[in-house]
């Protein structure tokens, strides 16, 4: 909590002892909300901001007691206000993010891997953060005002890059960080605004949906490949993209492409991803999809706006990199994944030969 003065002033006496108390109606306030008391004293004019967890009826809060004590749980301290004259104002502030709880029960972050976003890195971010404290930007050595723009986000943690190295490389930075910080899992996003924070619940619901003998979780986003305003060289670059990918591991999968992904780190960060532009994207996928994750599409909505939207890839070098990604895979797969799967397989009901199956009971299974 803190209790901000206006600069230059110094704290003076009063010479009466004013009450100091406010009665805060219990219907204004939430447990999660901010809550900023306009306070006016003899030195100039002031303001209290705190974070009540719990309020009760008719609670009567004392900010100059509570800012002394330290306290922000209850803020019913009693205590001599020695500068405040009275409460001018209770302004009730935004919302707590409003799945925090569920973010950091299930150990998941955010991702922000950023180039040259300025024009809509503000408003992504400032729009995540009503969702969630837990986000982490990458500045992949921006050459615009990114920097500046993330100094204005004092709370989210950032990784700075100095020298652009691609997304992949910003990815796999992003993913060893949040681990070490950590969490367990991170849903990435795009900086240039064509991802909606209102889908975050997707990814969440299917965390909270697997059970813990279940395997590992990959979630992609799946767009509507098929609207107006998706351009038709994405939409026929995920088509060959999810072919090929259905190819290299026998997963069926719309979209492929989206930057919109749940990972999960511990996995991810044991993979040995070799790439660091656009085509980790492939790699990651279809390594975990060797391994044996769950990757999996969910649909979610996408923007492209021409306006706005900045992107950084090269349609004949990334493309040119992606296919050879590709190719090595599909040899990768019929020459030794799809090999050793198959001899896991033939084991593995070896095994199970020698295991004595348990004699049919009907006593075990009674029929009304």
Known sequence: ???????????????????????????????????????????????????????????????????????????????????????????FLKDFPKYQDRFDKLKCCILIPTYNNAGTLKRVVGEVLGYTENVLVINDGSTDNTSKILEDFSGVEKLEIPVNKGKGNALRLGFKAAELMGYNYAISMDSDGQHFPDDLPV???????????????????????????????????????????QVETGVDLQDTQCGYRLYPLNTVNHLNLTTSRFELEIEVIVKAAWEGVDVKNLPVKVLYDPEERVTHFRPFQDVVRITLLNIWFVFAAFFYIYPRN?????????????VPKKPFSDTNYPMD
């Open 203 to 245: 990814f969440l619901d299917a965390l909270e949906e697997r059970q813990p003998t279940d395997p590992d979780l990959l979630v992609i986003g799946s767009r509507k490949m098929d609207h107006p305003s998706v351009p038709d060289k994405s939409s026929f670059g995920n088509r060959c993209s999810s072919f090929w990918f």
């Open 1 to 91: 909590m803190t209790f901000l003065r206006p600069q230059g002033q110094q704290k003076r006496p009063c010479r009466r002892q004013p009450a100091g108390f406010i009665l805060v109606p219990p219907s204004r306030i939430t447990d999660r909300r901010e809550v900023i008391l306009k306070l006016e004293g003899r030195s100039g004019k002031y303001e209290q901001r705190f974070l009540p967890k719990k309020v009760l009826q008719n609670d009567i809060f004392d900010t100059q007691g509570s800012a002394a004590t330290g306290n922000n749980q209850y803020l019913v301290y009693k205590a001599v206000p020695s500068i405040l004259i009275n409460f001018t104002e209770t302004q």
């Open 342 to 354: 198959l001899l896991r397989k033939l084991l593995k009901e070896k095994d199970l030969e020698g």
